[in-house]
C-alpha cells in the first residue's frame, strides 16, 4: 500500500532541514572516502569501507527525499469543521482500561511514537476520522478488538 501524500507544515520543514544536513555531511563523509583512499590498499583498510557503507546509506536517504519531498502535500489550514478529527488533530481518547492517551494524526513521513505522533495511514487514524467527541472508534488487532472513546479534539498543540 503507497503512503499518503500529506504532511503537516513542520514535518515538511523537518525534511528539508534533514535533506540539507544530509548533504553537508555527504561532503565530509566525500572528503573522508578519498583521505583514507590516498592511505593505499583498499581492501583491508577500515576507515576505507566504512566511509563507503556511510556513504551508501547517505545516497539512499538523500535519493528518497529528492523523490518524496515534491510529491507531499502540505496541509497548512484548520478544516471548517474542529469537531471532527481531520489529518493534523490532536486527539485525546480514552482506552478500555480508562487510560487516556492523546495522539497526532500526521503524514507517514512525521510518525514519532515518542512525541505521540500516529500516521493517517494507521488503523488507529483511520478509524478516528471524521469521528467527533463521544464518539467510539474500534480497530481489529490480532486478538480481537480495541475501542477508544474520543474525549477532545484540538489543532492546536496541547
Do not use: C
Not at 487510560?99 to 478509524?127: C, F, M, Q
Not at 467527533?132 to 484540538?154: P, W
Amino acid at each position: 500500500m503507497k503512503s499518503s501524500p500529506y504532511i503537516t507544515a513542520d514535518g515538511m520543514f523537518r525534511l528539508n532541514q534533514e535533506l540539507s544536513e544530509r548533504w553537508a555531511r555527504r561532503r565530509e563523509v566525500v572528503q573522508a572516502l578519498a583521505a583514507a583512499a590516498a592511505e593505499g590498499d583498499r581492501s583491508e583498510n577500515a576507515e576505507y569501507i566504512y566511509r563507503k557503507k556511510e556513504l551508501r546509506e547517505l545516497d539512499r536517504r538523500i535519493r528518497y527525499l529528492q523523490k518524496r519531498i515534491p510529491d507531499l502535500n502540505v496541509v497548512h489550514d484548520v478544516p471548517d469543521d474542529t469537531g471532527r478529527v481531520f489529518f493534523a488533530a490532536w486527539v485525546t481518547l480514552e482506552t478500555e482500561a480508562g487510560e487516556e492517551v492523546t495522539y497526532r494524526i500526521v503524514g507517514p513521513d512525521e510518525i514519532d511514537h515518542a512525541k505521540g505522533n500516529i500516521s493517517v495511514d494507521s488503523p488507529l487514524a483511520r478509524a478516528l476520522l471524521g469521528k467527533m467527541i463521544d464518539d467510539d472508534a474500534i480497530i481489529r488487532v490480532e486478538d480481537g478488538r480495541k475501542q477508544y472513546y474520543i474525549l477532545a479534539i484540538d489543532y492546536r498543540s496541547p
